[in-house]
């Protein structure tokens, strides 16, 4: 019979002992076995991996080898009275909070939160190192006299706790704590703390290279999203948590020359930047980057208590679901922690720069944690990154063509993309410190890895509204459409579509009427929607769509862009991503008819379409296919628009179709929108074609001879 065991409580914080259940109705034999297994997982503990309170945790693992060795001693005398439980019970909850303590104190990319919280490590310490010793003293006399050894590795064991449990945080774990609190007074004053005071600090707690300030960085915003993403807005860690965030990112980007991979020296000449910031080089395979649930790529790894990893979203659906084992072990989830894993992130990273592929879109509450980030979380934080953003914004005005700068240029322009990527109020701060004019002008750089970082450092800006009021106004529509056509890498490319779509879809219509008066601009996005990869196409789609979109609110400026559209081949282009199904990307194909139904609103689109035969019917087959009831809107509304230019011919031609009227019946039953009212409409049209012709009534689906359409006039 096992114990009772849980490791922790769902939602328990890091650093907080978790509601530990001890053990009821259990024979001494097994409850002993367990707590064997458990104090040896604590003995075994390296002391020298704790970053702060370094004495108090090294006790405590000094104490733990006592208590094995006390528990072996007794576990091969007579067998053990039943009065002992209560004994080994106390013991039993005390190691499991110990093993939770410890795991936190030691944890990777945890150092400088430990560090600043030491006081409340000790505490807790103190606290377990104290139950422990009442446990021990609490043993039956004749437990602890089962031998001479064992009487005095008690004796010990008692009398060591006791004595640790008068743990304090070190000297120089409090001066180190002090100083950073002073740093975060200097930010929130618009002061440059003092370098040598921030490299003592880190070296206080082992980080000391680019990476491991960035995994330290990466941490605590992982901290930081998962209680905004719970909404604990006002949570009074979330103060600290952004000022310490602001610390890192000010060393990491003032203090380190070079980024650094995980395994290599910071000093190590790095072949390639974008490898280097995700810290590993991936040559395994795929298949272990795909979470085992989704069987899709993670894009937010964690590890849960059993030691698998599974992308964040899909277990946090599995454990509300109900289901409280792993997935993969089937082990019961002892905790409902989920801890980052950091390691696997920048793998996976690394596989989609390499790769040209693209996240899945985050999810609704992750997207309305970033939304929170608009503000920082305290004037230290502020300040930590403003001076963060001008020292980056310095670095980026070197221009003086030698290789350091060249060196120095990669580096700003990847702390800039890296800045951006999650953090409103983060971009806001390079925006005001004027980022976005030297980002543009290094869109021309000879080197192939600044020109990336500045184009993906533009699209994360651009998602601001002042970083797109920005770049409009510094003259770079027509710098980020070069890119899109003459950009070093495909990667770079597709993030200038993307910059694209931002300004259409998200700005004014100036910006879009801005977009489409470059004559570059639409051959460009056409072309890359014929010859790039799946998020090219993906990007140039949406982009064109924005910009079209936008010029319909006059009609004399849609009827020039989608004759734009149309002369550089936009219609030839999408009826082959329709009539493909474009693969295993079907909404590419989704995307292709809505531009469609956008093109066909002016007379020459839908004359383009038309002269497609095969489109025709192979957007009616689009209709009864697509599981999407978007999908499904945009269908009809091309289908409309067809008819309603291309005249009773074209509305013939349909009702020949057998299984476009099944179809446009199934939309009508669905009831309410503008799809179902553009059904009814097409349906009364092909009614009236026929009628006119006096031609043999249209086939109907015999579910659906009791449907009657009333006559709606519908106006495009």
Sequence with gaps: MQPHERRAAPGRRMLALPAVCPCEAIQPGPLLASLLTLVADVSGRDASAFPALRRGAGDAVRIAGVLLAFLEEISESAALPVAAVLGLSELHVATQKLRFLLADCARKGAR?????????????????????????????????????????????????????????????????????????????????????????????????????????????????????EDGRED???????????????????????????????????????????????????????LCPITLELMSDPVTVSTGQTYDRASIKRW??????????????????????????????????????????????????????????FGPAAAGGVRLAAAFLVSRLSRGNGTSTTTEEQRKATQEVRKLAKRNVFHRACLVDAGAVPWLLHLLSSPDASVQENAVASLLNLSKHPAGRAALVEA?????????????????????????????????SENYCQEISRIPEAIPTLVCLMREGAYRGRKNALVSLYGVLQNSSNNSQRSSVSVGKAVSAGAVGVLAGLVLSGSGDREDLASDAVALLARIAEQPAGASAVLAIPELVEGLVGFLGACASRSGKDHCVALLASLCRHGGDGVVALMGKMPALM????????????????????????????????????????????AIRVQHTNFVS
Excluded at 255 to 272: E, I, M
Excluded at 664 to 679: D, I, N, P, T
Aim: glycine share 6%.
């Design 475 to 507: 003259g770079g529509l027509g710098l980020v459409v070069d890119a899109v056509n003459v950009a070093a890498k495909a990667e770079a490319r597709q993030n200038a579509a993307a910059v694209l779509f931002y300004l259409s879809s998200n700005g």
């Design 319 to 376: 454990v509300k679901s109900g289901c409280r084992t792993c997935p993969v072990t089937g082990e019961r989830l002892r905790s409902a922690e989920l801890v980052p894993n950091l390691a696997a992130r920048g793998i996976i990273e690394q596989l989609l720069l390499s790769r040209n592929a693209l996240h899945e879109p985050p999810s609704n509450k992750h997207r309305n944690a970033v939304d929170k980030t608009v503000a920082a």
């Design 235 to 289: 949570d009074n860690d979330l103060v600290l948590i952004s000022g310490l965030m602001a610390f890192l990112v000010y060393c990491r980007v003032v203090l380190f020359d070079r980024v650094d991979s995980k395994n290599a020296p910071a000093a190590a000449s790095q072949d390639s930047p974008a490898a280097a910031s995700c810290g590993a080089t991936w040559t395994g395979s795929q298949d272990a980057l």
């Design 662 to 705: 099944p179809a446009l019946y199934a939309l009508v039953a669905e009831g309410g929108g503008v799809g179902a009212k553009r059904a009814r409409w097409l349906v009364n049209e092909i009614h009236r074609v026929y009628d006119q012709r006096q031609l043999p009534a249209v086939a109907q689906p015999a579910g659906d001879r």
């Design 112 to 228: 400088l939160w430990v560090l600043m919280n030491a006081e409340l490590v000790a505490s807790e310490l103190r606290f377990v190192l104290g139950s422990v010793a009442t446990a021990m003293d609490v043993l039956p006399a004749d437990v602890a006299a089962a031998s001479v050894e064992a009487e005095e590795l008690a004796r010990l064991v008692s009398e060591q706790a006791w004595c640790a449990a008068r743990v304090r945080p070190d000297a120089d774990d409090a001066r180190a704590a002090w100083s950073v609190r002073s740093m975060l007074a200097q930010f929130k004053g618009g002061a440059t703390p003092d370098a040598e005071d921030a490299r003592m600090v880190l070296g206080r707690v082992g980080i000391t290279s680019w990476w491991l300030c960035a995994e330290e960085a990466a941490f605590l915003e992982a901290e930081l999203m998962e209680r905004l």
